[in-house]
């Protein structure tokens, strides 16, 4: 069991937990991810590593999109198992010092603002400098803004105009794309998708972090595979990262919708589950 330090929604859909674990901060490298576990019957959630304190709590941001992600949203106190840092390091922080001169323009849309923030943190403290875009329906499903305006020149763009400019990451990345040598992308598959598609047209080297759905965390169920350069990949050890302009962005979309009926029941019967226990 993990103790659970915080565990609180910070906008509509989305949750920030905290939870006291100091051998994943020991090894972690940003760009990778662990694997939590509400209680012991759960699902294995992947969720990147958004920051950590020097009281050895690592913090993550993840959205309610289904029933193990709402069940983890219940959690107060504390967790079955945290595992990590699982995947492969960000290229770019990996290899920091060839990155000293270029010109680096990061993509985040919606909660791929988490693994964004770290990226940017760790380069920052090499020296590295680099924008953001960041992109959301409206003004109050952007996150985290304080602390990434911290470290970096940070355009915002907004779906209604509430905040930034009125538009889509796309719409925000071409009016200065010329100007960069990098872009990382990290947020839904249909925005990276689209992303790619630009960034392809001005030949910008573009890497983005997959996220297919994903059970064991170590290339053994072959769950989170997704091709690229058509070869197919394990996203959990070859990954998250890839270069954008060879994955199959069709296929990946395909993939996550694969169990999206069975989700729906299993929300459905999550409800009914809560409702009745209330009722007592």
Sequence with gaps: MKKVVINEKISENSYLIGIE??????NFIPGQFCVIMAKES?????LTIYDYDDKGIVYLIYQVIGASTKELSMIKDSIYSLSGPMGRPSEICMNYKEYLDKKIIYVAGGVGIAPVYPQVKYLKSKGVSCDI???ARNKDLLLIRDKIEELANVTYATDDGSFGIKGNVCDALKKNIKKYDYCVAIGPVIMMKFVCELTKKYHLKTIVSMNPIMVDGSGMCGACRCMVDGK???ACIEGPEFDGHLVDFDSALKRLNIYKEEEKEKMILMDKKMEAN???
């Design 21 to 26: 674990d100091k051998e994943i901060i020991k």
């Design 42 to 46: 759960s699902e294995r959630i992947p």
């Design 133 to 135: 875009i960041y992109g």
């Design 232 to 234: 197919m990949k394990f």
């Design 278 to 280: 209330n009722g007592r």
